[in-house]
């Protein structure tokens, strides 16, 4: 595999999880009994969240923090084929890596892709022969972070280690993957001149 197309699967990857949590933080705010146009969804038939796996296997989980630990955290995982929400103990040791990512500024970020859409017909066609094409700006920063960085309500995504059942309630982290949003100034705040 070349490099080019590595860097491609890491950063649609990540494009994809950013995606993903964004959709889990979004549902985790819904709460219970909201549904569309302001209907209850208590007796409506829930859609799938998660298809199966169909090796068995679990490849990700993803939900709010619910609780943290001494090297553990638990999250109210989003199941799949639309069961209800569980809590999964997920450990994380040594190997695992945990990472941090918070959403950029809306404007600031569509700025960057603006400038990244302007640059690139140039930058592609003076670029060395074979060169990987220049990387487009992700909507979110990341940085490394430690289990201790981690909050309750937080939502994270989770991949285990290779053979994980997909019905396992503890789960050995390979990664773990943290989201959150910029604050938002409140409508009472006293604007700046």
Not at 119 to 130: E, I, N, V
Not at 134 to 156: C, D, H, N, Q, W
Request: no cysteine; proline share 11%; aromatic share 4%.
């Amino acid at each position: 595999m070349h490099m080019n197309e590595i860097k491609w699967k890491i950063v649609f990857g990540a494009g994809a999880v950013a995606v993903l949590l964004l959709v889990v933080f979004a549902l985790s705010k819904l709460g219970p009994g909201s549904g569309p146009a302001g209907t209850s969804s208590k007796n409506a038939s829930p859609a799938p969240m998660m298809p199966r796996s169909p090796d068995g296997l679990l490849h990700y989980v993803s939900g709010p923090i619910v609780s943290i630990g001494n090297g553990t955290i638990t999250i109210r995982a989003l199941m799949p084929d639309g069961k209800e929400p569980q809590e999964v103990t997920i450990t994380a040791d040594a190997s695992t890596t945990i990472t941090l990512q918070t959403q950029k500024d809306p404007a600031a970020w569509q700025k960057e892709v603006k400038d990244f859409q302007s640059k690139y017909p140039l930058a592609t066609s003076t670029a060395p022969a074979g060169s990987p094409p220049p990387t487009p700006p992700l909507p979110f920063t990341e940085e490394r972070i430690e289990l201790s960085g981690l909050k309750a309500g937080m939502s994270v995504g989770v991949m285990p280690v290779d053979g994980t059942k997909e019905n396992a309630t503890t789960v050995r982290a390979a990664r773990i993957t943290a989201m959150v949003s910029p604050v938002q100034p409140s409508s009472s705040a006293p604007s700046v001149q």
